[in-house]
């Protein structure tokens, strides 16, 4: 089955700067590679998502890249604020039925 | 934020009782999902139901019995919990296509097993 690995676990960055985090995942059959964002105490929320026929998507401060040839997916956030403190959680497409494998998540925190 | 909605929202329980989590979708969705979402772990996936049927179950413990009478509701029934089952419990629901689709989360419930 699918497995999905996510980088860092933890990141800090100062307001204003960007924020990268990496995922690798195993099945080559995946087409489906949503973010989410979970605030504390709230529900993940989907922030972007790509598919396997396009390499890159933008949505304002936020972009995704897509490497299919080495399996794995980034998310960028540019010129980030204190709201973008958040669990950011990766996930793959597995299997069927819509099934979705999440990456562990990573906590980022945006500090003034 | 009310197209999944869950309840109750939080939960305290005993080892010996019997409680149950209901979810309701109001997006016309035809597929529902459980997740357990644990301090440190990815979300775990413990079923899957397609158009009322399940489809997965990913070796959860019997103490755990989902049910989804209709497209629009699921439920998942507890009882015997251990206090490692103490974590937040999120609903889901998709539109299955052809390729992968979005899922939409509830707000979870939170349950403390002592």
């Known amino acids: 089955g699918e497995n999905v690995e996510q980088h860092p676990s933890t990141l800090s960055v100062q307001e204003g700067d960007s924020a990268v985090i990496k995922c690798t995942y195993s099945?080559?059959?995946?087409?489906?590679f949503p973010w989410y964002k979970q605030e504390l105490g709230k529900r993940p929320q989907l922030i972007i998502d790509i598919r396997s026929n396009v390499g890159e998507k933008k949505d304002q401060r936020i972009a995704v890249t897509l490497n299919k040839t080495a399996k794995h997916f980034s998310l960028h956030i540019t010129e980030t604020q204190p709201e973008d403190s958040a669990v950011y959680f990766c996930a793959a497409e597995a299997d069927s039925w819509g099934k979705l494998q999440f990456g562990a998540g990573t906590q980022v925190v945006v500090t003034p | 934020e009310t197209g999944v909605t869950q309840t109750p929202r939080h939960l305290v329980m005993g080892m010996t009782n019997k409680k149950s989590l209901k979810c309701e979708q109001h997006?016309?969705?035809?597929?529902m999902y459980w997740y357990k979402q644990s301090a440190k772990k990815p979300l775990e996936l413990m079923f899957v139901y397609s158009l009322e049927e399940r489809v997965e179950n990913n070796s959860v413990p019997s103490r755990f019995s989902p049910e989804c009478p209709n497209s629009s509701h699921l439920f998942l029934h507890l009882h015997t919990l251990q206090p490692e089952d103490s974590a937040l419990y999120l609903c889901?629901?998709?539109?299955?296509?052809?390729?992968?689709?979005?899922?939409?989360f509830g707000p979870g419930t939170r349950l403390l097993v002592l």
């Open positions: 997006l016309g969705h035809n597929a």
């Open positions: 099945d080559s059959a995946s087409n489906y």
């Open positions: 889901a629901s998709s539109q299955l296509g052809p390729s992968g689709e979005t899922q939409y």
